[in-house]
């Protein structure tokens, strides 16, 4: 595992996996400090100097320096994972998913750490989210949908929880085909598991978080992996919604406000109010798994590069 | 002068006194350590002074607000000797080692508040897993500098490269740009240069001066008898001044040299990677002390020894790498007039290197059968693992630390399950280190030979060559190293080689798999005894000669062992002989064995013991586990058995699960005691 010198430095200015007593910063503020100064040059420097140079306040090149510091303990923690098989790429670096750097622009995960093959040699995805809790009807859509990605030539990506994610996740295996799943906490322990370990090693599964590999769950993480999913999906089915509550709700209008992906949701047997209100704010209603290949492939969301974020902001 | 010169100078006169000058290119690498943040190489012979380099730049980046040096060295020695020369320089220095668990909160502590500069550690350590979350990682202002000693280690093509050192390059490889980094090595030919800077970058900075030493005087002579060498050692050592080492190829032929040295009267001790550390620090102090004549060693005591009035250095077996031998002579005679270096090439040289050879990677099959074990998900015990792969338990745990460092197995408490990493047997990377390997062991075989001057050669070899002639070496003199001039020196030799016998130990516990727990007491074999070691140039060569030519065992052999079972007397004294049965290739050679011992000591040879089956020969089994599943079920007893103690004979005893089989069956039927006996043991 070789990291570019930026994205060195992007882990040391962002992770959470290395202790810090200021605290990180987050993507955007990542992307706001990359569009002032190329971060390479600044390890060293005087904070007086940076400020100067990238034009932001004396504190910030305070804390950005102080962040750096904390290179060497980074590259020893990359160097402890990577021992265990978990890589980590960055935004900055050549193995990172396009299609997150392109959809997500500023708001794109800076670090990931995963386990199993890169993303980028994956097939195109299908993404499968929903609720943890199935009925037998959702059960069914879910593992058919992962059915007809093997079938056609895709891979299915999902959050990687129990119910649809699972369901979606395994048919694709079992089918032969690839599966990634990206987890909001615990990567560390994920790959605990002897049935997880075994996909890995075969290339059959890819496991992939934005967050510290022994970080535990927030619900705000949980919301960071749901753009991660859509934005890395060519097409996303809604199996099963809740209406106006729950993270698949919340990830589904982010999704569509966005336009991170095209973003389906299932209106056949067993489709529940949350799934119709979904159909009423733009998405896409199939009652037949099939139909799901036929929506639009999104171009990458032109995102201009400071739209949202002029300043760094701490 | 610039502001760092300076300062370094002041610096270091600090820690050498007032008339202290660098010595060639020590100001420059400081400089560019301290001024330039630089990665640099530095290829210096022993005594060149890398340290006052290092310790120099630590002290100017401290002051400059820099974090803690990390110096990563292979050697205790070493880092003893630089605990106190970093005093000297107003810093203080910690190592955190498995011998000072004690200091170990205190020091942590020193390290992560700033008031230690330099922190010690072995390679090892540096992988160690908790080492890295609790002390590594947590440095507020990371590392300030770190030195990579011994650098060469993590070239393929050095001839001593470590695993460990491979985990070190790739960290590098992540470390930031602008982290000073000081490798040192005091031997790198052009090749491993080359494979130093490929894996640590391009941008790496050479600082390399001359390997030369003046005062080294090269000889080389073939003598293929051990007894021809060992009496040579016991006539040439107390002739020459001075305190010196005896390198030899193995832990036995260390022992053997010392026990052949100090009964001719030469005080010497045994220093080897097995030794205790008390004895290895103590030895280690004699000899710097000159307070015994030889340190009979094996590499183990090498790199980073600094002795600065060694007076010899003299090989009792070749090494297979003339870069590791000019390593090993390089050390002596630095603040001498002249120092000695003596080349004994014997016979058993070119099966050792092979050895080596085989044993330096782990086999394909081996390998992939291992990592597809492992490959299951679960983890695996050590003990599970030998009931799968037929590989002895030190080959199997080395095999597991080689996969460990090279991130495809991962220790799970104490068992071992594949880590997340794909992996591939890198096959065209064994076969192109094989190829080096015998391309260095025939360099070897042409400096024995080479009629040239021996230094000219060896620097040609280390790409150091602006070599005249030295005008020292033997062949430069003209004067060849004379063989031992006492004929019955070397009998003396040659009966103390045969008079080798070594004892075969009860086993008292079964590896299980087929048998599993304690072996009961009334159960065990007595302690037993074999004549020799096979091919350990006395008896154990006869042994193999007359194995090898399916003959039967030479008289004077026979005699021998005889004698041996004589003048030792075991207790209980046997009452009958009986023998394990050959197989059908080997027939009657044991038979003849055990009635020639019967009839000389006057008891009758029974023959209790059958052959239920052919089994495959013992020496194909590699550990316990396969060792006893092959043979368990093998024998059985035809009673009567008598009941007095038992000689139970054998021509060559291995793993002893033959003669433990045999043994707890005898006893079984109403024997009494089991006594081993066997011509030879295997090496081992």
């Known amino acids: 595992m070789v990291l570019s010198a930026s994205g060195l430095a992007i882990v040391a200015l962002t992770t959470r996996a290395v202790p810090s007593d200021v605290s990180p910063l987050t993507g955007r503020d990542l992307a706001a400090l990359r569009r002032s100064i190329d971060v390479t040059t600044v390890a060293g420097r005087a904070a007086p100097d940076v400020a100067a140079d990238a034009g932001i306040p004396l504190a910030d090149a305070e804390r950005v320096l102080r962040l750096l510091d904390r290179s060497t303990a980074a ?19 050549d193995d990172y998913p396009a299609g997150l750097r392109d959809r997500l622009g500023d708001a ?206 701490v | 002068m610039t502001d760092t010169a300076e300062q370094a100078l002041t610096c270091l006169r600090r820690a050498l006194g007032a008339g202290a000058w660098f010595r060639p290119q020590q100001a420059e690498a400081i400089a560019a350590l301290v001024d330039d943040h630089a990665r640099i190489l530095v290829v210096q012979r022993t005594g060149w002074g890398k340290s006052a380099v290092y310790f120099v ?30 005093t ?45 979350k609790e002390i590594l990682e947590p440095l507020a202002k990371g590392t300030g500098l770190l030195v990579v000693d011994e650098a060469h280690c993590i070239s393929d093509w050095g001839h001593d490269f470590r695993p460990d050192y491979r985990r070190i390059a790739r960290l590098l490889q992540l470390l930031p740009a602008s982290l ?25 900075r050479l600082f390399r001066g001359s390997l030369h030493r003046e005062s080294l005087r090269l000889s080389a002579r073939r003598m293929p008898s051990q007894a021809e ?53 103590e030895t280690e102090r004699r000899l710097l002390a000159n307070d015994i004549k030889a340190v009979v060693a094996t590499s183990a005591l090498g790199m980073g020894y600094d002795k600065p009035d060694l007076a010899f250095v003299v090989h009792y077996q070749s090494p297979d790498s003339p870069i590791a031998y000019y390593q090993q002579v390089g050390r002596a005679g630095r603040a001498l007039p002249e120092a000695r270096a003596v080349l004994l090439s014997g016979a058993e040289d070119a099966d050792i290197w092979e050895w080596f050879t085989e044993s330096a990677f782990p086999a394909q099959e081996d390998a992939e059968r291992l990592v ?71 360099a070897m075989r042409d400096y024995v030979a080479t009629p040239g001057c021996r230094m000219t050669f060896l620097r040609a070899l280390l790409d150091d060559a602006d070599a005249e002639p030295c005008g020292r070496c033997d062949n430069c003199r003209g004067v060849p190293l004379p063989p031992p001039s006492d004929r019955a020196g070397i009998a003396d030799a040659a009966a103390f080689l045969r008079r080798r016998d070594v004892s075969i130990e009860p086993r008292k516990k079964w590896p299980g798999g087929a048998r599993d727990g304690k072996i009961a007491e009334d159960r065990r074999l007595d302690p037993g005894r074999a004549l020799s070691r096979l091919g350990d140039g006395g008896w154990g060569d006869a042994v193999l000669a007359a194995k090898h030519a399916h003959t039967p065992f030479p008289v004077d052999l026979v005699a021998a062992f005889v004698e041996m079972i004589r003048s030792w007397a075991p207790q209980p004294p046997p009452q009958w002989v009986t023998y394990v049965p050959p197989s059908a290739a080997e027939r009657t050679q044991v038979r003849l064995l055990a009635e020639s011992v019967g009839k000389l000591l006057g008891l009758p040879v029974l023959e209790v013991v059958a052959r239920r089956r052919e089994s495959a020969p013992q020496k194909l089994m590699a550990n316990s586990y396969q060792q006893l599943r092959n043979v368990h079920d093998v024998y059985e007893i035809v009673p009567p058995v008598p009941e007095g103690p038992v000689l139970l004979v054998d021509d060559v005893v291995d793993s002893r699960w033959t003669v433990t089989v045999i043994g707890t069956a005898l006893r079984e039927l109403g024997s009494g005691p089991v006594i081993p006996v066997a011509l030879a043991r295997t090496k081992g």
């Open chain 2, 372 to 442: 597809g074990l492992l490959g299951d998900g679960q983890p695996w015990t050590v003990r599970r693992l030998q009931g799968e792969v037929n590989v002895s338990s030190g080959r199997l745990l080395a095999m597991l630390n080689v996969l460990e460092v090279e991130g495809v197995v991962e220790r799970v408490g104490g068992e071992y399950r594949r880590s997340l990493a794909p992996w591939t047997y890198d096959a065209d990377r064994v076969a192109r280190v094989t190829a080096q390997r015998r391309v260095e062991q025939q």
């Open chain 2, 57 to 86: 730049a630590t002290r100017l980046l401290r002051d400059r607000g820099a974090g803690p040096t990390l110096i990563v060295s292979p050697l205790l020695a070493l880092m003893r000797d630089q605990v106190r020369m970093a």
């Open chain 2, 229 to 281: 060498r060992l009496a040579w050692l016991a006539e040439w050592l107390p002739q020459v001044p001075g305190s010196g080492i005896v390198y030899t190829l193995t832990v036995h032929d260390a022992e053997r040299v010392a026990d052949w040295l100090t009964r001719n009267g030469i005080d010497c001790a045994v220093y080897a990677g097995e030794s205790e550390d008390a004895h290895r620090i």
């Open chain 1, 108 to 313: 794109a995960p800076p670090v990931l750490h995963g386990a199993g093959p890169a993303v980028t040699a994956a097939p195109p995805l299908v993404g499968v989210v929903g609720s943890r809790d199935v009925t037998p009807e959702a059960a069914e859509v879910a593992t058919a949908t992962g059915r007809l990605a093997v079938d056609r030539g895709f891979g299915v990506v999902s959050g990687a929880a129990r119910g649809v994610d699972a369901l979606a996740m395994d048919a694709a295996r079992i089918g032969g085909g690839r599966a990634v799943g990206v987890l909001a906490d615990s990567l560390t322990r994920a790959v605990r598991s002897a049935e997880v370990r075994r996909a890995v090693l075969d290339g059959a599964l890819t496991l992939m978080t934005p967050y510290a590999p022994g970080a535990g769950f927030s619900a705000g993480f949980a919301m960071g992996r749901n753009k991660i999913v859509y934005a890395l999906a060519a097409h996303v089915l809604v199996v099963t919604s809740d209406l106006d509550r729950g993270g698949t709700w919340a990830g589904a209008l982010e999704a569509l406000a966005h336009r991170y992906s095209d973003v389906a949701v299932w209106t056949g047997r067993g489709a529940g109010a949350g799934n119709a209100a979904l159909v009423e704010r733009g998405a896409r209603g199939i009652a037949d798994v099939g139909a799901l290949l036929d929506g639009p492939v999104l171009p990458p969301a032109h995102r201009d590069a400071g739209d949202d974020q002029l300043s760094f902001a």
């Open chain 1, 75 to 93: 590259a020893l923690a990359l160097d402890t994972l990577g021992q265990a098989g978990i890589w980590t790429t960055t935004v900055a670096d």
């Open chain 2, 88 to 132: 000297s320089l107003g810093l203080r220095a910690v190592t955190i080692n498995s011998s000072n668990k004690d200091d170990w909160a205190e020091y942590q502590q020193a390290i992560l508040d700033g008031s230690a500069d330099v922190l010690l550690v072995s390679p090892e350590r540096l992988n160690n897993s908790t080492f890295r």
């Open chain 2, 180 to 204: 000073p980094v000081l490798c040192t090595t005091a031997t790198a030919n052009d090749r491993v240069v080359a494979d130093i800077k490929e894996q640590l970058g391009s941008e790496l």
